[in-house]
């Protein structure tokens, strides 16, 4: 088992910027591609960003790339989502979550999610 807690998330307002943490706890951390998801009100969950076990690769979604960044230390087993200039649209509830086949955009391929944080970002 993984355990996942996130944290970091709150009320911001358009323009500002945020930073998601996700620490693990449980199996090795590095055997884990980590992902960030995201569900909107009355929206399906949809994915975020993903980096791989190593930290080499990173994916992102097309609504924030270039707007944020995700990075990985597993040395302390956690995961960030550096987001910057929040939309509106931005606002929801992010999880991360583990993956040990490899960084994906699929939230049906993780293995283990966390309970999420709420990110709200103001007009």
């Known amino acids: 088992q993984v355990q996942l807690v996130e944290s970091g998330g709150g009320l911001v307002q358009a323009g500002g910027s945020l930073r998601l943490s996700c620490t693990a706890s449980?199996?090795?951390?590095?055997?884990?591609?980590m992902g960030w998801f995201r569900r909107a009100p009355g929206k399906e969950r949809e994915f975020v960003a993903a980096?791989?076990?190593?930290?080499?690769?990173?994916y992102y979604a097309d609504s924030v790339k270039g707007r944020s960044t995700i990075s990985r230390d597993n040395a302390k087993n956690t995961v960030w989502l550096q987001m910057n200039n929040l939309k509106p649209e931005d606002t929801g509830v992010y999880y991360c979550?583990?993956?040990?086949?490899?960084?994906?955009?699929?939230?049906?391929?993780?293995?283990?999610w966390g309970q999420g944080t709420q990110v709200t970002v103001s007009s």
């Open positions: 449980g199996r090795t951390f590095s055997n884990y591609a």
């Open positions: 980096i791989s076990r190593g930290g080499v690769n990173t």
């Open positions: 979550a583990a993956n040990h086949l490899g960084a994906t955009t699929s939230e049906h391929e993780n293995d283990y």
